[in-house]
């Protein structure tokens, strides 16, 4: 970040020539107004700073200050540009920032500096090297930066420059102290932002955080003041607006700033938009105006083409429009010009002659009105002045008799007078001088009259106050009276007023005995409440004491003593303050108990026994009692996972949100995928003859690889074909070399030996390339946990497939829930259960995957496996987990809410709405554990009682449901015991219930 930047001069001045040609206004083109006025004064400050070098004998600096805008003499140059004039007049009417003027006399001087040194690139370079010879590395990187910059092809000046610019960077990381140490790399423009050390990065982090806090703060301030914008002040504002708009934009710290700051900054622009916008366009207006009436004074320039007025007129009428629709409405001012400009275009429309005639007419009537009005002015002249200064008089006397009878005397001269002349207008003065007289001595007596009702009443220090004030108001009112008005009233006002001050004074020395005796007695009520040992004593005690405090409050507002005042003060505020305090723990068991049997939630059941258990009053059995059921709290929070999942780790993770496989399990199913006694197997159907065409047998049989048919033999009888079959031993092994099979078709028609039709992918190999790694796939991309059974009913409904292959894949499928039986719907499934114990006893626990591969096993299937596959029990087992599965996905879902509570004397007080069956839960008072309502006796004072609300009903209910859904006798064995805790207690709670 370079916080010397400035927009480029040739684009600001290219911006500037459309805004002049397509006579742009509003906020957007302030904006360009003080962008421009801002660069022209950084250039004349940059020209500034050079000349100083150049009159203190240091070329070098001013050549290098030349070379940091880049080239600041064309910049100056360029800002300089042919609009520059029409642009600073525009300025100047719409109130925009104007432009200084580019100082000229500093560019000559620059130029002739820079050019007394001759070859500037040669003398750079020998600045440079005496620069390097001191050790200067700041000011060498400054110099071959500069010839890198004015010579862009020399590769020695770049690669100089980038060796200086690591150095420099290296140096500015080891003093990376504070983030003012940055200042001085940051002024000659070294690359900060490109380092790779932390420490340098974090100060230049923390230097960019202090810049941008100063802008956020100007910012704020802008905000802030907006807050108050109105029609008036907010030119004020777009001051302070645009620097800080423009510190933004150049600094790239706009989006560095808080959001909200800035949403409001923004939003304090649309406000200046609108109000400048309004403004603008009254100046318009008036330009339009101005214009339309210079159009017929000033004379045609030959060669140019001036607007018509109908022209002008159409201009000025489409501005009022515009006004009118963004404004609403013109100021009437504004309203007026307008209209006389209309009528002066109107005008400027009739014949000449007959506007000069009727100028003339008017003229002649205009003289002679104005000598009468002289004659007459003349004849007058000397009664006004008389009477106005016996006026005058009248009224610097201050007296009501002289000003009555001056307008008596001169009441003739005054009436011929005209309305505006100073004699009436002083006459009008001196008679409400007169009225007012009167209305302030009717006023002095209503206040005299006032204050005597006062000074009679029974409190004079309450009335202390309205007593001053009225001799304040009758002192007012008597200054403002005439000097020959109210003179008896002034002699009962101070008999008043010394009666009243010696009645206060009495009054003041009982309210400090009567505040000196309650204040005692304050102390001591307050002491005995205090000390009070039953909420009775407390009743009486505090009583007392608020007795004394209202006493108190009804004296204090007469007290002026204001050290006693705050001293009572502070005392009846603490008193009643510690009486609030202690009336709350009396009466905050009866209280908070009311609170306890109304609530409805845990949450607030357990606030009210903490706020009970707060105050030290309670007996001690009932504290004990209730900081046992406060420390049972976390407890009763996890009690949920006891009765749902009955505490059971594998049961919780079977209720993931979604199955995850373990290292195990993955595992296991990458074996699964790797076997490879499954792929390339093929099946042919093989026909037996002895002679008949009809096969005498025929059978399938599994191939290792298809049968390769030899070419045929003819003969004169018959025909004879060799097969080359390859299969698998009694052990599912493939055989070593293929068999020659031999068939003869005979002349006859006979036919002999083994047949072997074309063979085709066994349906084994299919199903294991289909569905089996389908299956294990989607497992291991995470499938649903009881992918696994649905694959066990789609093995048994398929029934082209081996008997010991489907029960090798039970096996398997088995096997791998069984890592995890709550996780895949094993341990939810008896059914399932019973077939993994009748697999676990074939082969001694588990089979080989090439047993449905022998040629044994093809002929004859074993009995076992025929039994197994032909017991289906994949689909039971599914509605199995399904059921069981959905009760606790309805347990989990349930929660804790409060049913009751016991109360002091260990009686249970249950809410209308707990059915009799529902399974309760509360503290133990002997084991200290939550366990199923039981026994009142033991239960624990003060302890809640719990219940688990389910969605759909009780758990009793729920479990009918299920068994009419699912057809299996759910609250039975062997689905009892794998039923949710709060499932199987729902039974047993209902018959204690009966019993007790």
């Known amino acids: 970040m370079n916080l010397a930047s400035h927009p480029e001069a040739n684009r600001l001045a290219y911006r500037i020539k459309a805004a002049t040609t397509g006579e742009s206004i509003g906020l957007e083109t302030a904006k360009l107004a003080w962008q421009q006025a801002e660069a022209v004064a950084r250039a004349n400050a940059d020209l500034q700073t050079a000349n100083a070098h150049i009159e203190a004998n240091q070329p070098l600096l001013a050549a290098l200050v030349e070379s940091a805008h880049p080239r600041l003499i064309e910049t100056a140059k360029a800002l300089e540009h ?33 050019a007394a040194q001759g070859e500037l690139k040669e003398w750079l370079y020998h600045e440079y090297r005496a620069a390097v010879r001191e050790s200067d590395q700041m000011l060498a990187y400054r110099i071959i930066r500069a010839i890198s910059q004015r010579h862009p092809d020399d590769l020695g000046a770049k690669q100089e420059t980038s060796r200086l610019s690591q150095q420099l960077l290296e140096k500015a990381a080891s003093e990376a102290g504070h983030p003012d140490d940055l200042a001085p790399y940051l002024a000659i423009g070294l690359p900060l932002s490109e380092a790779a050390q932390p420490k340098l990065a974090e100060a230049l982090e923390a230097y960019l955080a202090q810049h941008d806090a100063k802008v956020s703060a100007r910012v704020a301030e802008v905000v802030d003041g907006a807050e108050q914008l109105d029609e008036n002040s907010w030119q004020e504002l777009e001051k302070p607006y645009l620097a800080c708009d423009y510190d933004l934009a150049i600094t790239g710290a706009r989006g560095r700033i808080d959001d909200d700051l800035r949403t409001r900054f923004e939003n304090v622009a649309t406000k200046l938009s609108r109000r400048r916008s309004n403004y603008e366009s009254i100046i318009s207006i008036r330009l339009a105006i101005a214009d339309l009436r210079q159009s017929t004074r000033s004379k045609k320039t030959p060669g140019k083409k001036s607007p018509k007025l109908a022209d002008r007129l159409e201009k000025l009428r489409s501005l009022e429009r515009q006004a009118l629709t963004t404004a609403g409405q013109l100021p009437a001012d504004l309203q007026k010009e307008i209209k006389a400009a209309y009528a002066y275009a109107w005008r400027r429309r009739m014949p000449l002659f007959a506007t000069l005639g009727a100028t003339g007419l008017a003229a002649v009537i205009a003289i002679v009105w104005q000598l009468n009005i002289q004659r007459a002015q003349a004849l007058e002249a000397q009664n006004r002045n008389d009477a106005l200064v016996a006026l005058h008089h009248a009224e610097l006397s201050k007296q009501t008799r002289v000003a009555t009878q001056a307008l008596y005397t ?32 009717t006023q002095y007596k209503q206040q005299l009259e006032a204050l005597e009702e006062l000074v009679g009443s029974a409190k004079p220090l309450q009335e202390r106050d309205r007593v001053q004030e009225l001799a304040t108001q009758l002192q007012a009112t008597r200054d403002a009276l005439a000097i020959d008005l109210g003179q008896p009233e002034d002699l009962a006002k101070k008999q008043l007023l010394d009666n009243w001050t010696r009645t206060a004074k009495a009054s003041q020395q009982k309210l400090d005995a009567d505040l000196a005796r309650l204040e005692k007695q304050l102390e001591l009520a307050s002491r005995n409440a205090n000390q009070a040992k039953t909420g009775s004593a407390f009743q009486q005690l505090s009583a007392d004491a608020h007795q004394q405090i209202r006493a108190i409050n009804v004296l204090l507002p007469s007290d002026r003593n204001l050290s006693r005042v705050t001293r009572l003060k502070a005392l009846t505020s603490t008193t009643e303050r510690q009486l609030i305090e202690l009336e709350t723990k009396w009466g905050a068991f009866e209280t908070e108990w009311r609170e306890l049997q109304k ?30 059921t406060l420390r049972l709290e976390p407890r009763i929070a996890s009690l949920k996972s006891e009765i749902v999942l009955a505490g059971e780790k594998p049961a919780a993770q079977r209720y993931a949100s979604q199955p995850e496989l373990s290292p195990a399990e993955r595992a296991y199913l990458e074996r699964l995928g790797e076997i490879d006694a499954f792929e390339n197997v ?78 085709t992918l066994s349906p084994e190999s299919e199903y294991y390339i289909g569905p089996i790694r389908n299956t294990l796939a989607q497992m291991a991309a995470g499938a649903d946990r009881f992918t696994l059974i649905q694959q066990i009913v789609d093995l048994e409904n398929e029934h082209s497939l081996a008997p010991a292959f ?19 719907g094993l341990a939810l499934s008896p059914t399932l259960q019973a077939r993994a114990s009748e697999l676990a006893k074939l082969s001694n626990g588990e089979m080989n995957e090439r047993v449905w591969l022998s040629i044994i096993e093809q002929t004859v299937p074993s009995p076992d496996y025929r039994i197994l596959e032909e017991n289906h029990v994949g689909e039971l087992a599914l509605r199995e987990a399904n059921a069981l599965s959905a009760f606790y996905e309805t347990a989990l879902s349930g929660r804790f809410t409060l049913a009751g509570s016991v109360l002091a004397d260990q009686q249970v007080d249950l809410m209308r709405d707990v059915r009799r069956d529902e399974p309760l839960w509360s503290l133990n008072a002997l084991s200290g554990n939550i366990e199923p309502l039981g026994d009142p006796r033991n239960l624990l004072p003060f302890a809640p009682i719990l219940r688990y609300e389910l969605e759909g009903g009780s758990p009793g209910d729920l479990v009918q449901k299920s068994e009419f859904a699912s057809g299996l006798k759910l609250s039975q064995p062997p689905y009892a015991n794998l039923l949710p805790p709060i499932f199987q207690s729902a039974k047993n709670a209902s018959q204690d219930k009966a019993g007790r």
């Open 82 to 114: 042919p609009h520059a004039k029409t642009w600073t007049k525009r300025c100047g009417i719409y109130g925009w920032r104007v432009p200084d003027s580019i100082d000229h006399d500093a560019i000559a001087k620059l130029e002739a500096s820079l």
């Open 410 to 441: 001169w009441s003739g001269v005054i009436e011929n007078s005209p309305a505006d002349s100073p004699l009436v207008e002083q006459a009008a003065v001196v008679e409400q001088w007169l009225a007012d007289q009167n209305t302030l001595q």
């Open 599 to 628: 609530a409805d939630n845990l949450a607030s059941y357990f606030d009210s026994l903490k706020r009970i258990h707060s105050f030290d009053i309670l007996p001690p059995e009932q504290e004990s009692a209730i900081a046992q």
């Open 682 to 759: 093929y099946q042919s159907t093989v026909q037996y003859f002895e002679g008949s065409s009809t096969p005498q047998s025929e059978y399938k049989i599994y191939l290792v690889e298809p049968i390769a048919k030899s070419d045929t033999t003819p003969s004169v009888s018959h025909v004879s074909f060799s097969f080359k079959v390859r299969g698998f031993d009694e052990f599912g092994n493939p055989e070593k070399d293929p068999r020659d099979i031999q068939f003869i078709s005979r002349g006859d028609g006979s036919f002999w030996g083994f047949f072997y039709k074309p063979s």
């Open 806 to 824: 489907k029960i090798f894949w039970q096996q398997r499928l088995i096997g791998f829930m069984q890592l995890n039986p709550w996780k895949w």
